[in-house]
Structures are given as structure tokens and as C-alpha cells.
């Protein structure tokens, strides 16, 4: 109890505000304690209530810090076969030309990278 008090009191000192660059190039201003988006003006934080300056805008870089793997798991038909969109349960279907198609969101058609087991 006694840190998050002590944590609350200091939040009420005014920390700098950032202007985070994306890599894309996007600009956007940050809260300097819990890294959300703020608006232009605020005064405090709306996710964490730090008091908030904007004397010194600070300037943060974000930086790519490599890839990671995520997996999802769910079922599919017991016919399911590596490939086929049309019993895939994420497929949904779309036109191509005059005809109607199985389309994969995740952009693997012909090349179906789901692991089944």
C-alpha cells in the first residue's frame, strides 16, 4: 500500500510529454509513464492520471526490436486438408472476375502455412 501511494504522489510532478515517431513515420504525442496516446492539451494522462507538460516535448524514436511467432489454435472439419480454402474456417468467400472464390485473410493462398494435427 505504502509504494502505490508513494507512486500516486509522484505522478502528481509534471513529466514531459513525448512526440513518439513510428517507424512509418507516424508522429503521435505519449504519456512519458505509461506510453499511451494523449491528445494535444491534455493535462493529465487518461490511463494513468501523471500530470502532464508540454514545455519540453520530448522526442522518442520507436524501434522494431525483431519479429515474434504467435499461433493460433482452433478446429477445423475432420476432411480438412492443408490448402483447402473451401474447408478452411477462416476462408470467406469473395469475387474474382464473374466468379465467386475462397479467399485466406492471412494472405496464404496456395502457399497454407496452418500446421494440423
Known amino acids: ?6 507512486a500516486e504522489l509522484i505522478k ?3 513529466a514531459e510529454v513525448m512526440e513518439v515517431t513510428e517507424q512509418t513515420g507516424k508522429k503521435y504525442y505519449a504519456c512519458p509513464t505509461c506510453k499511451r ?3 494535444r492539451g491534455d493535462t493529465k494522462c487518461p490511463g494513468c492520471n ?3 507538460s508540454w514545455v ?7 524501434r522494431h526490436v ?5 499461433m493460433l489454435t482452433f478446429e477445423v472439419p475432420g476432411d480438412f486438408v492443408k490448402g483447402n480454402c473451401r474447408k478452411c474456417p477462416l476462408s470467406y468467400i469473395t469475387r474474382s472476375n464473374s466468379e465467386n472464390i475462397y479467399e485466406c485473410p492471412l494472405k496464404m493462398r496456395g502457399s497454407c502455412g496452418l500446421t494440423v494435427s
Open 12 to 14: 502528481q510532478f509534471s
Open 50 to 52: 501523471q500530470a502532464l
Open 1 to 6: 500500500m505504502h509504494e502505490d501511494l508513494r
Open 37 to 39: 496516446a494523449i491528445s
Open 56 to 62: 519540453n516535448i520530448r522526442q522518442h524514436e520507436e
Open 66 to 70: 525483431g519479429t515474434k511467432t504467435a
